[in-house]
């Protein structure tokens, strides 16, 4: 028997969300390597914005 899907595991953005949190919460819990994290938070959170656009632009059909 097949299980649905998680929908924060198969939907990008949502997964990225999920991840961003994650980030957040080991950062403050880190001491010492804020700047890795702050890497990693920076460039995840440019690829978020990039497929909420990408999203918004599909769905819009005078978009393009």
């Known amino acids: 028997m097949r299980r649905k899907p998680d929908p924060k595991t198969t939907d ?18 880190s001491k010492g390597s804020e700047m890795i994290f702050d890497k ?9 914005e990039l497929l909420k656009r990408n999203k918004l632009l599909s769905m819009n059909p005078m978009g393009g």
């Not at 938070?41 to 978020?48: A, F, K, P, R, W």
């Open 40 to 48: 990693a938070i920076t460039e995840l959170d440019t690829v978020l």
């Open 12 to 29: 990008p953005i949502d997964y990225i969300a999920t991840r961003l949190e994650w980030l957040y919460e080991e950062r403050e819990k």
